[in-house]
């Protein structure tokens, strides 16, 4: 099954095309993307005002750069199947947090914590729950810090809160976890043992780029002295 067929099969699945009101699903589900949409708009909205304050404050930006993402319909499909839940519409907003993401990077690990506690204490925001990577690592040696946090929506004739994914990490974090995610895609077509080396190796990078940004934020600290 090629990207395009999957993607077209599993969107089926969501709308349950053989309903016969599958247009005013496909328009329910467009209509919910949306909703992710200004989520995410929302949240980096609020980070880019930080990060402007900040600047303002103490002359550096703590924030590298944001990126965000909609899960495609194969992807919330596949993690609805996984879980052993319908795949439909209406599992969507009940059972997945992960829809709307955003990706902040920073320069150094204390901002990741500093952002993490300013976007968190805002009082429209809602911690649902938070996950830190770097403070305990996973196996392979991935180091990040991620929230799941609500955020309030004012649409037409409504407020929603929406959830958003809200990953932290330094920019070489960033590099080491884009390595990684390539290596997970490809390794069904890798020789085991090559596999196992790549793995092995990756997990050395992972500890010395967290060595080195150590030292870099020690550096900085010297520099700058202790403030932002």
Not at 140 to 163: C, K, Q, T, W
Not at 195 to 202: I, Y
Request: proline fraction near 3%.
């Amino acid at each position: 099954m090629n990207s395009r067929t999957e993607e077209n099969y599993y969107l089926a699945r969501l709308l349950d095309e053989d309903d016969k009101g599958v247009l005013e699903r496909e328009a329910r589900f467009n209509q919910i993307m949306m909703m992710y949409s200004c989520g995410i708009r929302e949240v980096t909205t609020k980070l880019e005002i930080l990060n402007d304050d900040l600047k303002a404050r103490y002359q550096r930006n703590p924030i590298h750069s944001i990126k965000s993402r909609i899960k495609s319909p194969v992807s919330i499909a596949k993690k609805l199947k996984k879980r052993g839940v319908p795949v439909c519409i209406e599992s969507i907003q009940e059972h997945l947090n992960d829809v709307a993401g955003v990706r902040v990077i920073c320069s150094f690990i204390d901002d990741i914590y500093t952002i993490t506690e300013m976007l968190t204490s805002q009082t429209d925001i809602t911690l649902v729950k938070l996950k830190d990577y770097i403070e305990k690592p996973k196996s392979n040696g991935y180091r990040s810090l991620h929230l799941i946090i609500e955020v309030p929506v004012f649409f037409a004739d409504r407020m929603r809160p929406m959830r958003v994914e809200v990953q932290i990490r330094t920019i070489a974090m960033d590099y080491w976890a884009s390595l990684d995610h390539q290596l997970r895609y490809k390794k069904d077509d890798l020789d085991e043992q090559v596999l196992l080396e790549m793995e092995r190796k990756l997990k050395h990078c992972a500890d010395v780029i967290s060595e080195t940004d150590m030292e870099m934020l020690d550096i900085r600290k010297n520099i700058y002295g202790f403030r932002i």
